[in-house]
Structure formats: structure tokens, C-alpha cells
């Protein structure tokens, strides 16, 4: 019988771990690194949401007239650490760029072309690894607590209305009948009924990790120092915390920190770490239907399988630089704004780094200057959603099929 063809692919984050499992489906025998566990870094805290609402990009018509304020201002939903902020700088001046009408279009159109197939990349996943445990569909509410913020995000629930979102408008007290325990400040509410999130993103990509193990994959824990090249445009073998890996074809999933690793492959790209913060209300009693995402206060608050969970933030700091506690206290006290009958209960908090580019939109493609490599990163806030579908699209380029969505916009050298 002829030897499988092989492939390494690096992170096993919630990307990385639906790739290894879409090449397996294509016929590759698979070999998953990853210096720590599946689903550690940013895949492990995040808020569990199938964002299948969220195509509007993160650099929106206005954003840049708010930049000086959120700079100034504790409060700001954006943070910039001082110190980084020179190495930001060429970041803020591609996010300014993409802030101009006609981008956010096209790039909210490129989002939801992913949005769209989330579901079809994710849940024949789920259903194999036996994970149905870990997956609600209740609905999601994007909540407002004034008029003026109903109004202030008139375009951005537009854009998604063109992208063919479904939304029904609820006053405060219909959000309330959907969602008892909120908070009486609540005005108005748009709701997206047709909505999944998981009770536990680490326990789901865990289950990911364990089917790959199952359907005889390798996982290896090791970090990934630097490549082999040769003169051919090849990458020959890795070099790992363990010696030197030979690698015949390798994928590049390893999160913010794919920008180190791109770049030793020849590709520079715009990648920040755009750190969330979150705060757990471990084993709480308040009970919630769906989840919601309260735009005044840009959090989200989701029901979780230990807990009630609450976060969001972004704060652009070096991924290892040490968490702002004053971030996580502030998430905190919007989560009990909201809810006010949470507060008593022993909350837990963490933060982790979104792998983010400028115009909001994932790197998915064949390396421009190496061959037998391919890239999978960059989902910012929507990892956990587009993870399935980044992985489906992955496999079928390195299997040389037609990718089943238009991967221009996603270009790995389009910056
Ligand atoms: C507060 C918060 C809330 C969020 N909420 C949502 C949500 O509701 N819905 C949603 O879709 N998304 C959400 N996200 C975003 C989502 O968590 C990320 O987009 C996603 O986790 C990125 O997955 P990844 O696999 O690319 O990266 P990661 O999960 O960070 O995985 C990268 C992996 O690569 C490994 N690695 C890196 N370098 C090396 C190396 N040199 N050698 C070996 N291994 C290496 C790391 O150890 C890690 O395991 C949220 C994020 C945050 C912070």
C-alpha cells in the first residue's frame, strides 16, 4: 500500500486542531505541534460564541476621531500600553486605512463569506467527537442602555442586515422576558435567534484534540524554534524544542505568534495581539438564556458550564506582557452592572491574545515564497467561529482542490 503523503502543522489551537482534522480527512497522515496543551492560549478563555452575527470589522467609519479619547480614557473598550505603542504605530496607520467606507464593506462582505459556512466547518467536528454536550443554540442579544448608542450603532447593525443577519428589535422589557436576570437599564435589545456558542471553548477544543488522537494523529509537545529551507522554495524540517522535525508539507496555525514564524518563512505580516480579558462567576446561581453582547459597554456575557463568563477589551500589548488588573476589575463591574445578581459568587480571571490584522480579516492561504507551507491565522475575534471552516479551507488547498470559498480577500500577501 502506498505511504500516506504527510504534513505538520504548527499550533493546535482552535485553527490549527480543525486543520489537523480536515487533513485527515483528505487522506494526510498528521503530526500537531504545539509547545503546550490544545486549546491553552487565546482558543481557552474566550467567550464561546459561533459569531455568525459579527461581520462588521473592528476599524469602523468614525473609529479614528475616537482613538484619542480611548487613548485618554481608563474606560475606552480600546487600550494601547505607552511603551508599545512605536511598534503599534504602523498597525493603527493600515487600521486607519481600513476604516474608510468603501474597505469596511468589503471587508465585512470577506468576514461574512466565512460567517456564513461557520457552521459547515464546525459541526460535522462536533458531532464526530461526540462534543454535542458542549454546544447551546439559545440566541444571542446585542443589548443598548440608551438611545443614543441605539442610534450610534445604526450602520454597523446595517452592515450586518445586508449580510444577511436576522435580527428582530426588542424593547427592555421583551429583552427582559428573553433574559429575566438583566439589568432594568436595558432600552432596547436586537436579537439573533438562529445562534450557537459553546459551554466551554477549552474543553471543546480539547475534544477536537482527542478525535484527531483517535483517527491516529500525532500530537507533539514542543516548541517550534525556526525552519529548514532549502534552494527550491521548500521547507525541509522544523526545528523543535525536541531536535529536527523533516517536514514533506507544513501549516502555520500558531495564532499571534504566526508573525515570527511567517517571517522566517519570507511573509511580514500586520499581526498585533489585541488581549481580551475575561472574568468567570464560578458556579453562580443567576441564569441566563443565550448569550449577549452589551454595546454600550462592549462586553459579552455568556452561560457556561461552570459559570456565568463576562469579557471583551482589547488591549494592544505584547502577548506575554503581564495582565492590567484594572481591565479585569472593569470587565467585572460591567458584568454586575448588567446582571445585578451576580457579585457573591469566586470569580476567576484571565486574559489571552487575539491574533488581529488591521483589516480584521484571517491570513488563509499558500506561503507566497515557500511551497509546501501554508498559513491559518489571524481570526482576531472570531477564531473559535471561523476556526471549522479555516481548517475545511485549508485542507482542500493543500489537497490542490478549488477551495470551496473565494480566498482573495484572505491573501497572505495582500498587506
Ligand atoms: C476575551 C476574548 C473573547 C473572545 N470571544 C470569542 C467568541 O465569542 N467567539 C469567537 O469566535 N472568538 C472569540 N475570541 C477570539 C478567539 O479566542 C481567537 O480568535 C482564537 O482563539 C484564535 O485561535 P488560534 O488557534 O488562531 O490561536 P491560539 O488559540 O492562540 O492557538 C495558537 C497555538 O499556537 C501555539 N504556538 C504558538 N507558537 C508556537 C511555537 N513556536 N511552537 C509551538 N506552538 C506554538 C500556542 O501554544 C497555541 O496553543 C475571543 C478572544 C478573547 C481574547
Known amino acids: 500500500m ?8 504548527i499550533g493546535a489551537g482552535m485553527v490549527g486542531t480543525c486543520c489537523a482534522l480536515y ?37 469602523m467609519p468614525g473609529v479614528l476621531r475616537k482613538v484619542p479619547g480611548m487613548l485618554l480614557d481608563e474606560e475606552a473598550p480600546l487600550r494601547i500600553r505607552l511603551r508599545h505603542a512605536p ?29 456564513d459556512r461557520a457552521h459547515e466547518g464546525i459541526d460535522p467536528l462536533v458531532a464526530e467527537a461526540g462534543a454535542g454536550r458542549l454546544m447551546r443554540r439559545t440566541g444571542l442579544m446585542f443589548t443598548f442602555e440608551s ?5 450610534g450603532a445604526a450602520y454597523a447593525f446595517d452592515l450586518r442586515r445586508r449580510n444577511g ?5 426588542l424593547d427592555g422589557n421583551e429583552a427582559r422576558q428573553v433574559q429575566p436576570a438583566l439589568s432594568q437599564s436595558v432600552v432596547r435589545a436586537w436579537r439573533v435567534a438562529d445562534f450557537s456558542h459553546t459551554l466551554d471553548p477549552l474543553r471543546l477544543v480539547q475534544a477536537l484534540a482527542e478525535l484527531f488522537r483517535q483517527r491516529g494523529g500525532a500530537f507533539r509537545r514542543t516548541v517550534v524554534h525556526g525552519f529548514e ?16 522535525h523533516p517536514v514533506e508539507r507544513v501549516v502555520v496555525a500558531a495564532g499571534v505568534w504566526s508573525r515570527k514564524l511567517a517571517a522566517m518563512l519570507g511573509s511580514r505580516v500586520p499581526l498585533e495581539a489585541e488581549r481580551g480579558y475575561h472574568a468567570m462567576f464560578n458556579g453562580t446561581d443567576v441564569k441566563m438564556n443565550g448569550g449577549i453582547i452589551s454595546v454600550d459597554r462592549h462586553i459579552a456575557v455568556t452561560p457556561m458550564l461552570d459559570g456565568i463568563r463576562a469579557g471583551g477589551i482589547a488591549e494592544f500589548a505584547p502577548p506575554e506582557a503581564p495582565p492590567d488588573p484594572a481591565i479585569a476589575r472593569r470587565v467585572r463591574r460591567h458584568a454586575t452592572a448588567l446582571f445585578p445578581a451576580l457579585g457573591s459568587e469566586r470569580i476567576t480571571e484571565w486574559m489571552g491574545p487575539r491574533p488581529s490584522h488591521p483589516d480584521s480579516k484571517p491570513v488563509i492561504g499558500r506561503s507566497p515564497r ?29 489537497a490542490g482542490k478549488t477551495p470551496s470559498v473565494d480566498l482573495t480577500p484572505f491573501r497572505p500577501d495582500r498587506f
Request: proline share 4%; glycine share 12%; aromatic share 6%.
Open 23 to 59: 487533513l485527515q480527512n483528505e487522506g494526510f497522515a498528521v503530526t500537531l505541534l504545539d509547545r503546550g496543551g490544545p486549546g491553552e492560549e487565546a482558543s481557552s478563555g474566550n467567550l464561546g460564541g459561533f459569531g455568525v452575527a459579527s461581520c462588521p470589522p473592528m476599524a
Open 165 to 169: 443577519v436576522r435580527m428582530d428589535l
Open 87 to 115: 511598534r503599534a504605530l504602523p498597525w493603527f496607520l493600515r487600521f486607519a486605512a481600513n476604516a474608510r467606507r468603501g474597505r469596511v464593506e468589503a471587508n465585512a462582505a470577506a468576514r461574512q463569506s466565512l460567517l
Open 229 to 244: 529551507l532549502d534552494d527550491e522554495d521548500r521547507v525541509r524540517a522544523v526545528h523543535t524544542g525536541d531536535g529536527r
Open 370 to 398: 515557500r511551497r509546501n507551507a501554508w498559513f491559518a491565522f489571524g481570526h482576531d475575534h472570531l477564531g473559535l467561529t471561523m476556526g471549522g471552516i479555516t481548517g475545511k479551507l485549508v485542507s482542500e488547498l493543500v
Open 147 to 151: 438611545e443614543a448608542a441605539f442610534r
Open 2 to 9: 502506498a505511504e500516506r503523503p504527510t504534513i505538520t502543522v
